[in-house]
């Protein structure tokens, strides 16, 4: 079925440097969306892409979604330490109301 | 506006005990859904709702059961808890329509010894 893989797991970033995720998927996606989880919290919905090569900003945050709808990146610049947390990407493909979740990118920052 | 409310927050159970965790949204969204969390394992889906009166396997179904109650309510129901079901479970509602998040319930930390 649909599998959307997250790169890396894991990433440990001195405070001020930069971080990417990644999240590919070996068949086109509709739209992705990405989540943010606080350690001990619950996901929180950052954004959703829909378009071929859309680009969005929030800040320090930047969200791409390929040109094949096949992978969608989160860059985040200079990290914080507010930044600590797990990141997901997510889509509905093939079934509209199915939302299914990638593997997660642990972030840890320290100063 | 709760948003989405799951109880209850911590629970242990013996293997072989049963329990029903709860969910309720008041935010009128047709899908809800259940995920287990585990850790490097991500958010797994067990169960989802796409509407009232249906209910669809996820990737990880075995040893889950599910209600849609009514349009607010989803209830997810371990018949005889095994060890491997500790994990932590999201309960989260999505409107669908293009642009709007899926919301997420606090968590229910679940142990079984």
């Known amino acids: 079925g649909q599998q959307v893989m997250q790169i890396p797991q894991y990433q440990h970033v001195q405070e001020g440097e930069d971080f990417t995720t990644y999240c590919n998927s070996s068949t086109t996606l509709s739209n992705i969306q990405w989540y943010k989880q606080r350690p001990g919290g619950h996901p929180v919905f950052l954004i959703q892409l829909v378009k071929s090569g859309e680009v969005k900003k929030q800040k320090r945050l930047t969200f791409q979604f390929g040109e094949a709808k096949k992978n969608s990146s989160l860059h985040i610049t200079a990290t914080q330490t507010t930044d600590v947390g797990t990141y997901f990407c997510?889509?509905?493909?093939?079934?509209?109301?199915?939302?299914?979740f990638g593997t997660g990118t642990r972030l840890q920052v320290t100063l | 506006n709760a948003g989405v409310t799951q109880t209850p927050k911590f629970q242990v159970l013996k293997t072989g005990q049963s329990m029903t965790l709860q969910c309720a949204q008041d935010?009128?969204?047709?899908?809800m859904y259940w995920y287990r969390q585990d850790p490097g394992m991500g958010l797994r889906l067990i169960y989802y709702s796409a509407s009232e009166g249906t209910t669809d396997k996820g990737e990880v179904p075995n040893g889950y059961n599910v209600s849609r109650l009514n349009k607010r309510e989803f209830s997810l129901r371990l018949e005889s808890a095994a060890p491997s079901q500790t994990s932590v479970y999201f309960c989260a509602s999505w409107g669908v329509m293009r642009g709007t998040e899926a919301f997420f319930g606090q968590g229910t930390r679940l142990t079984v010894v």
């Open positions: 935010m009128n969204h047709n899908s």
């Open positions: 997510a889509d509905n493909t093939g079934t509209a109301s199915k939302l299914t």
